[in-house]
Nanobody, 126 residues
Framework: QVQLVESGGGLVQTGGSLRLSCAAS????????MGWFRQAPEKEREFVAS????????AYADTVKDRFTISRDNAKNTVYLQMNSLKPEDTATYYC???????????????????WGQGTQVTVSS
């Protein structure tokens, strides 16, 4: 069964750091761009970051730029999201997702991602 499994979420104080992981199983996704999205309570899911299949190109939402870093280790079939200087407004469920086309430049649109993990909760206390 093909799936993405996120981990690394938790409770952290303002200014703290967390590192999320997204492990792919059932097949390799090394030729596909990957993305991270988040959804806060009563809000729509929003784009956080994306990374090209080879890790050479990244993109970030303005709200997380210079604080979050997306990376990938294709040998481990895993994508990461390093989150620093966390703020209460970063509180959300974080999802990783696989882009629908391989070797493509990823978009920020949810509809362009065709496989999603179950999410991991990040809570930042003030």
């Amino acid at each position: 069964q093909v799936q993405l499994v996120e981990s690394g979420g938790g409770l952290v104080q303002t200014g703290g750091s967390l590192r999320l992981s997204c492990a792919a199983s059932g097949r390799t996704f090394t030729s596909y761009p990957m993305g991270w999205f988040r959804q806060a309570p009563e809000k729509e899911r929003e784009f956080v970051a994306s990374i090209s299949w080879d890790g050479r190109r990244t993109a970030y939402a303005d709200t997380v730029k210079d604080r979050f870093t997306i990376s990938r280790d294709n040998a481990k079939n895993t994508v990461y999201l390093q989150m620093n200087s966390l703020k209460p407004e970063d509180t959300a469920t974080y999802y990783c997702a696989k882009y629908k086309r391989n070797f493509a430049r990823p978009s920020t649109s949810m509809s362009d991602y065709d496989l999603w993990g179950q999410g991991t909760q990040v809570t930042v206390s003030s």
